[in-house]
């Protein structure tokens, strides 16, 4: 199966970009014995740059008693008269193709083919400095000046920090524990004309399905199917912004030990870990309408500043004509070393990498989740409530959460119906939006104890300014939330934080 | 002196843009004693990187007999519990200031400081990903779809790629040997709305003062100074585009001995140096409006994708915010290794790099001169005309050239009125472009005796479909131009490439 031909959803811009007429040019300095004076290139024997070498991790680490036999050691050098087959500093440091070097390339196209599975032949994939200058690209392909997107109910702020001063809109749609609800997506297209009549319809849908930031939820396979068919039906590109995707973990268990043991790593097999795996959106994409980011900061370090487009032909050609004037390729250092990590551990390894890494991120859920059972009393809730937490030896219920199965976040609505400064700040708050002051107080306070968690307001979508209140963006009233990490905290400073947080609570709703 | 308040400049976009709502809680994380669950990033020790050890160059190095003794070792190590007051791996290769990282980003400043002296006070500096990333930065700050730019009568088609497809026109401006005319700016000034009735002046100004791509025309002080007093009259802002600043050479003597010899290298003065170096557009800059870009590209290699830029403090906050969503940080490998060898060689050591690469490139110049007044015959001709070629013992003048003193192209200006296939192309072309024509197919002749040069129509500014001929343009009749670059080839290759050259040439003017 091959892509269907989506150009119509080009916009301006990116149908106006020309070819480099370099190009021509470049199929000639292939020709034996051509002399070019053409490229305005450097000479590599002047780059100051001899060899680098670099100490990193086999893919069987154990990342708890790592020893220096589990330490690979890589060597790039430089060679003025490389032929091309062996990775150098001459090739790596030079001007080199926007699609990114020829090794790493190939190895995102097979780790594509491998784990994500698309599902038409002629996909492509291009790399690009990770998902931020990914998403600056897509934006710019498809999007016009005041266009509307299909966003989560909650959207990470920074993507729509892009597209906001475009004159653009976010269109939330409501989600549950199983990601973005196919139903409140339906329902959006079919009344589209009517609720926001004179409105071009949206026809780009950005989602980040695994482990979303900010809600932590992972979005179901049957659901991912469900909104694939309305995108076909009604002509939407889809925007699969992943960058979680392989710290999928499994259900977090209340009732289990205390989970931050570290003895029992079980044996690894990789069919199994791949079948553990979601479905990517890309996996029931037969038209070609999904454009897949993918990156290595969450799983090899953000430094490297290195990603991928995985999407149909037309996007991808009209990504590298930008990606000629708005960045050129990713850096030579970042593309050098992981080409020759990656060429070290091979897919296979790269796959047992993440598995183990997984766990790790997998033991900071269960941390984080425990110690909430230990300083609050926790009773499970509904599959949309999740946990839900009462102050410790109280019926009054603080907030609830999702243990999420994947990603790096914990997402706690809070219930304010019982929170009396809430209640009369309500009363006395007239046209102005007592949840937002609310939760700015509570942040301070949270602050003041030394305990930062993230506002959930910074997460709302932007609908434009006359629906920027709660009652004009149609949010739920008397609920505020907060984002906590858990990726980057020991289990002492999340002990600590977790206590300072039941304080401010406690203090809050009376209950001290 | 201070910057003046120039953010009438800024473009709708840019105006728009709100700083992330994340830098309230970054103010906080600093409290001692914080816990912070906000910032979702990944644990640096689950960065597989543990150490990276690179060989360079000193900064003394003789590039024609390098011994180990010449070599500097540079580590770089993990420490996850690194106080930030060493730079290492766990803060190099994690999320990072879009600043750039502390150390680099106060290095380019004092180098600003020492080499390009900016004229006011409060000048900023801001690192980006090479100079490609950054004109995508200042094109979206200033520029409007459809604006009008000045630049220069030659220019980089990478540059103007980005523009055309924004709906905006090239406004080029004369140059002469010193670079663009000053006359001819405020001639196109002053009649601006007579030429343009109903168009917005331009107010940007892109320029490449110093062996300028394509002509390698350097623009001396003087020029620099009345252009500086036009912009500040007429309100514009200058982007000075400056690559190859640092390879300045000597003027090129015919009569001088050949110089492709290595042996007299003289001895090294910094003030020397430092004072041989052209004035910046920046040291005439007493208003702050000049965003300057500089880039490692040329003088470390490419592959970094590190440069940076210099403007008044209002363009650089809309920088800043507009690298937070368009591209983050610049690689955190580049940016390391860049800052272990720049500290290795401090701000002195890099000038003394400066100057042996100069020397690098000034030999490869005096080839290509030398070899072309070999294989041609050559007589000087004007400041204007530079050196003028004549078929080897005819008195057919194929073309004329001004030796660069800067940089690594040489600009070819080719005569037509003795060629008699020109002149046929010319009798029977109508409406169509000889010159074009004529080109193309000199261009393949080229192509077909195995020398690649780079036509000069792919440097022709767009000022839209309909200026497109040479006849609406108003570019020259009866000659046409190609561009040779002389850093990449050696001296033996570029021997071979111009003889093949004049075989092409004296075949087609009828000389063999």
Known sequence: MEAIDLRHHLNTLSVSRAPSPLKDIMSYMAIDGMVSLAGGLPHPSLFPFVDLEANVYSSNVDLHSITSRELIHLTIRKDDRNDGQVLDLSTSLQYSSCTGLPWLLNYTRELTRTVFRPAYKNFEVLLNEGSTAAWNKVVNLLCEMGDFIFVEKQTYP????????????????????????????????????????????????????????????????????????????YDI??????????????????????????????????????????????????????????????????????????????FSERLLRATEVVSQA?????????????????????????????????????????????????????????????????????FSFVPPRAGMFLWCKLYLEENKEFLALKA????????????????????????LLTPGSYYTP??????????????????????MAFSMTTANDMTLGIQRMARVLCRSWGLA
Chains 1, 2 share one sequence.
């Open 237 to 314: 590109i889809i925007v699969e912004d992943d960058p979680y995707y392989f710290l999928q973990f499994d259900e977090y268990n209340i009732k289990a030990e205390k989970q931050n043991s570290h003895a029992f790593a079980p044996s690894y097999d990789e069919s199994t870990f791949l079948s553990s795996l979601e479905h990517t959106f890309l996996s029931f994409d037969t038209e070609g309408r999904v454009i897949r980011l993918d990156t290595f900061s969450k799983t090899l370090a953000p430094g490297n500043r290195v990603g991928w487009f995985t999407c149909n032909p037309v």
């Open 158 to 233: 920074s993507a729509q920090a892009l597209w906001i001063p475009m004159g653009c809109h976010g269109v939330p749609i409501e989600m549950d524990a199983e990601g973005m609800r196919s139903d409140a997506l339906e329902n959006a297209l079919c009344t589209w004309d009517s609720d926001h009549p004179g409105v071009k319809r949206s026809h780009v849908l950005y989602t980040v399905p695994t482990g979303h930031n900010p809600t932590g939820c992972t979005m179901s396979a049957r659901r991912k199917q469900e909104i694939y068919a309305l995108c076909v039906k």
């Open 330 to 398: 990713p850096s030579g250092w970042s593309q050098a070393i992981l080409s020759e990590l990656l060429r070290s551990w091979g897919i296979s390894g790269y796959l047992k990498w993440l598995s183990g890494l997984k766990r790790e991120y997998a033991v900071r859920r269960n941390w984080i989740c425990d110690i909430i059972g230990e300083t609050f009393d926790v009773k499970t809730g509904t599959s949309d409530e999740g946990l839900v937490v009462y102050g410790k030896g109280t019926k009054v219920r603080l």
């Open 462 to 483: 932007w609908q434009g300014k006359e629906k920027s209140s709660i009652a004009s963006s149609g949010r739920e009233h008397g609920v505020i939330f907060f984002r």
């Open 428 to 451: 006395q708050a007239g046209d102005v939006d007592p949840e937002a002051a609310f939760e700015k107080k509570l942040w301070r306070e949270l602050a003041h104890e030394k305990v």
